[in-house]
Nanobody, 116 residues
Framework: QVQLVESGGGSVQAGGSLRLSCAVS?????????MGWFRQAPGKEREAVAA???????TYVDSVKGRFTISEDNAKNTLYLQMNSLKPEDTAMYFC?????????WGKGTLVIISS
């Protein structure tokens, strides 16, 4: 059974940094896969934040470009999201997801709160 478990969320002031982690277990990805971070703020729809594919190519939503970095450690089966220069509008529940479509499996989320 595939499990994704996020950690690293918390409450920080604007301008601060956080690193989210997503530990993945019970999986055997095919040669082509995608891992990503999504977020959902109160009253808003879930949005894709960043993704990385099996070739290491990365994509970001415009609002986080230059501030967030997605990476993975295949040896540790862990996905990361380094978040710098955080803004109050980054406040949300952050989820990791992965699979052949990048949305096959989901974690339960970790809460990020940015105060001004």
């Amino acid at each position: 059974q595939v499990q994704l478990v996020e950690s690293g969320g918390g409450s920080v002031q604007a301008g601060g940094s956080l690193r989210l982690s997503c530990a993945v277990s019970g999986h055997t990805w095919s040669d082509a896969y995608c891992m990503g971070w999504f977020r959902q703020a109160p009253g808003k729809e879930r949005e894709a934040v960043a993704a990385i594919d099996s070739e290491g190519s990365t994509t970001y939503v415009d609002s986080v470009k230059g501030r967030f970095t997605i990476s993975e450690d295949n040896a540790k089966n862990t996905l990361y999201l380094q978040m710098n220069s955080l803004k109050p509008e980054d406040t949300a529940m952050y989820f990791c997801a992965g699979g052949e479509t990048c949305k096959d499996y989901w974690g339960k989320g970790t809460l990020v709160i940015i105060s001004s």
